[in-house]
């Protein structure tokens, strides 16, 4: 597989305002084409640094990207600095030159000098025409390795690599398929999938497999290449199928769904219907049931109730069951998911209480305690669980954990 | 001024679907103390390359922060690879490795073998404990060289780097002062924004003034630098006054609070307290109330009702009312206020209806409508509003807006 580096250049992109977002787009194409991305270096306008990354970059990596810095103004360094590396002059290419004078006049406005420096190529370079602004890109050829430099806004870049760079690249790599397939999880450590996981994906160098956490939740993502569609797609059904066996029912998605996604088409289908009363999550589940387009189709009502009053009136939890128990217990959670499914008809109810903190922790009912009761004809059940993290994430994986448990529930 | 390097490590990070934004937060609290970021490398799990972006670093940079690839997997390369570039041994740190194991027990979880893995110490440095996760950091001093390895997780890395990081830079640093001040705006476009407050801050250079855009609100960013804290502060005080007179009571906070922090403020102090009735945002708002700490003190509960039936039953909204006007409608807004209001007794009442999308929307009430009701002592008053954007974003924007709403109200 070619490997690539990018080099996003710009001195904005090292304040803590702005951050690179071209690699992402430049990467998920360079990928499509069997290209990998290897390293990526943000520099400012610093003629020694620049020099030096474009320097390593060329050693390491067979295709070079650089971004930004082609602009009229002294700050704008790419052009001379890619020069002084690859040991070649800029010569003033007349045609260029002739077209930016033109865009200006076109503005009515004079070309100011400074723009000339624009219309400098790299002597042997092929010159890649910007028809969204004034700077054109170059694509270099150094031996094995190729240089391609492109304008820093993506809406003069992005037409630029699509219809200038990647046919070159693509002719280079040869025909080549590149498919993923993401696995969501929710339920193990990162640690447990892992060494579930890791005696299946290790096997294999094709697909390559990643692991990553987000929210609580883990994903294992796939890549798979092969020179046809169906030889890629077969390689990621290999491996994905024996990661689901390995993993079991902690795999929730194979399609990129969200757990609300996943429970919301799993209720719809079977034409079910969820209520939710919630203490400590505050609405965010059933904020999170309702994020999914035509979740009215399953999801009519929830109740927050945040003080006790609230449980007692709008969701007939015995007042008894509280000063006994306390609001954050199995008893209450589990009249809540009971209150909420019988006053809502729903064919589910769900509860959750407990304590997101800072404040309010004990040693018995510590901060992160929670209880997630769900109710159905037959019953109601409850689980009881201590979360890790801030308030936010408590609330979060709060929200994940009672998804989950309805989406075993139903499955 | 002292300058520093960042070093991003994970796989992930290389891929289509993930950015290094650690690096932004750590940049603006590394400026805050002085300290220039000069470059940024994104790496995978790739030893050779991590080895010479560690060389490199070290070579140009006094200060490196490595960020990621401490956790207990084979991927997780940052320690071996920065103990072999430092030529330091690696040892197990007992008291980590305890802590790591009582972290799972808490859980009720035996901890994995791999996690072993993470009490491994290089000899000479200094340990960062972690509370927020299994991996402890790292600080190093070579020479005039400061290495610092940090947890990619943001929930660990901050707070490692705020309370046991930045304290020892600072001592490096010695005397300046850099101080910021952030005004959040809500209600006017980014370029009404600038249109007022351009002829006030392009008089200064010190201060220097950023917009951003976020969620749709803008934030006015100042950066003031002088020799002493109150020097500092006495410029940030200057253009910060001038420009909250310039744009007026679109300016919500000086001090990076959320709209919901600034409304509970303000409900908290006055004694009063506040009611959720939500249709089209689904719980999101009781959920951006709640994220407060303390907000329990003035909110006690909430509705979702998202079907009409539950509109009728649960806020007593009249059918007729429903039939005659749509569920989306400025009556139904304002009489879900009025609702929610009664049956919990508040002082104030917030009803949201809307069409959040894709589907149902119509010519005469099209996708992005929103009608916000208030209700109080007195009354109630709904706006009504087209918000832009996906189903996502119109939510957000709907629930900003009826906090902004509220805020106004108060105030």
Redesign the interface.
């Known amino acids: 597989m070619l490997n690539a580096e990018i080099i996003a250049i710009g001195s904005e992109?090292?304040?803590?305002?702005r951050?690179?977002?071209n690699?992402?787009?430049l990467?998920?194409r360079l990928?499509a084409i069997g290209v990998?991305?290897?390293?990526?270096?943000?520099?400012?306008d610093?003629e020694a640094?620049l020099e030096?990354?474009i320097r390593?970059a060329l050693r390491?990596s067979e295709i070079v990207i650089a971004t930004g810095g082609l602009g009229p103004t002294e700050d704008d360094i790419t052009r001379k600095v890619f020069a002084r590396v690859l040991r070649r002059r800029l010569v003033l290419h007349h045609p260029t030159l002739e077209k930016i004078r033109a865009r200006f006049a076109h503005r009515g406005i004079p070309m100011p000098a400074i723009n000339e420096r624009q219309a400098l190529i790299m002597e042997g370079a092929t010159l890649l025409e910007n028809n969204n602004g004034t700077a054109p890109g170059m694509l270099v050829r150094e031996g094995e390795r190729t240089a391609v430099l492109l304008p820093g806004p993506p809406r003069e870049m992005k037409p630029m690599y699509s219809t200038l760079v990647e046919p070159v690249l693509r002719e280079r790599v040869g025909e080549m398929f590149i498919l993923r397939l993401k696995l969501s999880i929710f339920g193990l450590?990162?640690?447990?999938v892992?060494?579930l996981a890791?005696p299946v994906y290790?096997r294999y160098t094709n697909p390559t497999t990643?692991?990553?956490?987000k929210n609580g939740q883990i994903e294992l993502?796939l890549t798979a290449q092969a020179k046809s569609e169906s030889a890629a797609q077969g390689l990621l059904d290999e491996l994905g199928g024996k990661l689901e066996e390995a993993l079991g029912d902690v795999v929730y998605s194979r399609r990129d769904e969200t757990l609300e996604e996943v429970v919301g088409e799993a209720l719809r289908r079977r034409g079910y219907t969820v209520a939710?009363a919630?203490s400590c999550?505050?609405?965010?589940?059933?904020?999170r049931?309702?994020?999914v387009?035509?979740?009215?189709h399953y999801?009519?009502?929830?109740?927050?109730?945040?003080?006790n009053?609230?449980k007692i009136a709008?969701l007939g939890v015995p007042r008894e069951l509280i000063e006994a128990h306390g609001a954050v217990s199995e008893e209450v959670a589990l009249a809540m998911a009971r209150g909420v499914r019988e006053r809502?008809g729903a064919t589910f109810g769900i509860g959750i209480t407990g304590i997101a903190?800072?404040?309010g922790g004990t040693a018995a009912k510590p901060v992160g305690l929670v209880y997630i009761g769900l109710a159905d004809d037959e019953g109601a059940k409850a689980i009881r669980m201590?979360f890790?993290?801030?308030?936010?994430?408590i609330?979060v994986l709060a929200v994940n954990t009672a998804l989950d448990t309805l989406r075993r529930r139903i499955f």
Chains 1, 2 share one sequence.
């Open positions: 992109m090292l304040t803590p305002f951050i690179d977002t690699s992402l787009w990467t998920e990928n990998e991305v290897r390293l990526k270096t943000i520099v400012g610093d640094r030096e990354a390593d390491r450590s990162e640690s447990r892992d060494e890791a290790t990643t692991i990553l956490v993502h939710t919630e999550t505050g609405g965010l589940l059933a904020g049931l309702t994020e387009p035509g979740s009215s999801f009519n009502e929830g109740v927050i109730t945040y003080s009053e609230a709008r809502a903190g800072p404040g201590i890790p993290g801030d308030r936010h994430f609330r």
